[in-house]
């Protein structure tokens, strides 16, 4: 072999020593890549869920129909917030929120409570006391402590959005007509009716005001004035109430079955008290085919019952059967419904 074949062949050799460095060079980096990535995995595998973890994963099971195992993991979820979260943050109640929502839905009302104080707690410590998102906070628990008959626990959150809304820059917010609705039925609901009738007198007042007040507030203040009257005997005023609370039904431009029939009823039960029975029969009539309409089998129930028992007090036998044979006959259709649906389920 040449000297300059040599020299030729060795230049050429030289050549492929960056192709391969190159080559080496990826190889190592692909590796590491993938070291890395095992490494990820098995730190994200092995790691403990935080609680905002756990919520996500209730609310999941909550969507698919298991809602005992998504409160169970509800209240982990909230147990390991009380141990990692020392102060509160606005950040939180969104999440809490949602840890709230699953444990109303399995009927955990206590836990329910718990989670949803701290949330407004929360909302306390980010924007202060008097702050419209943390009085509606209040208010909103209030009226669950309402639903759930709690009235005196309602009547105290109540009082809290009352004194902040004093303080507020906006006191004149809908707030205040929720809150007030809502503390008439509570304190009617307790027997406190010079509390009741002082906030009715004040939601009225507010009402005058606006030139186009909200309807379905204005049908229930008259509902609830009603109410205030029947418990203290006066059957006049109760009637005067209700029949300015159906003419507001008359008049909306929606069909409001479920505003419409309960008004109906409790104008039978005046009817009834004061012994027009015939015309408390009529009205009972009419409700249960608003119930109906309306797609309330307890409705219907209840005006039948009380259509049984003003037929019973004027002693009209041959009607008080056919008022009997309905009720039993819807009683059959409705556990049918009721056998169908569990069996679907």
């Not at 692909?30 to 595998?45: D, F, G, K, N, R």
């Not at 980010?126 to 626990?153: M, V």
């Amino acid at each position: 072999m040449t000297p300059i074949s040599l020299l030729t062949k060795s230049s050429l050799a030289g050549r492929d020593i960056p192709s391969r460095w190159h080559t080496a060079k990826r190889f190592l980096t692909l590796c590491a890549c993938l070291i890395l990535l095992v490494w990820i995995a098995s730190c994200t595998l092995n790691r403990t869920p935080s609680w905002q973890d756990l919520a996500n994963r209730a609310v999941r099971l909550q969507k698919a129909g298991d809602v005992d195992s998504a409160a169970s993991l509800a209240r982990a979820a909230f147990a390991l917030y009380e141990e990692e979260i020392s102060e509160p943050d606005t950040m939180h109640v969104a999440t809490l929120e949602r840890i709230a929502d699953c444990l109303w839905c399995s009927r955990d009302y206590d836990s329910y409570f718990r989670v949803m104080w701290q949330r407004v707690e929360c909302l306390e410590k980010g924007f202060g006391p008097n702050d419209l998102r943390t009085l509606e906070a209040l208010l909103g628990l209030g009226k669950s402590y309402k639903e759930q008959t709690r009235f005196g626990e309602a009547i105290s959150v109540f009082h809290r959005v009352r004194d902040g809304l004093e303080h507020s820059a906006d006191p004149d917010s809908s707030l205040l007509d929720g809150m007030l609705l809502s503390l008439a039925h509570s304190c009617l609901e307790q027997g406190s009716y010079a509390e009741a009738e002082s906030s009715l007198t004040r939601l009225f007042s507010i009402l005058e005001k606006k030139s186009s007040p909200d309807f379905d507030c204005l049908w229930c203040a008259f509902h609830e004035l009603a109410s205030l009257r029947l418990e203290q005997g006066m059957y006049a005023a109760a009637e005067s109430s209700l029949t300015v609370a159906l003419k507001l039904c008359h008049e909306s431009t929606e069909p409001k079955p479920t505003l419409l029939a309960p008004t109906l009823n409790d104008l039978g039960l005046i009817c009834f008290k004061t012994g027009r029975y015939v015309e408390a029969e009529t009205l009972y009539v009419e409700a249960m085919e608003m119930w109906e309409s309306a797609g309330s089998p307890g409705g219907v129930a209840s005006a039948l019952n009380n259509l049984g028992a003003s037929i019973t007090r004027r002693g009209d036998m041959k009607r008080l059967f056919s008022a009997m044979n309905a009720l039993f006959s819807f009683a059959e259709s409705l556990s049918a419904q009721i056998i169908q649906k569990l069996r679907a389920a």
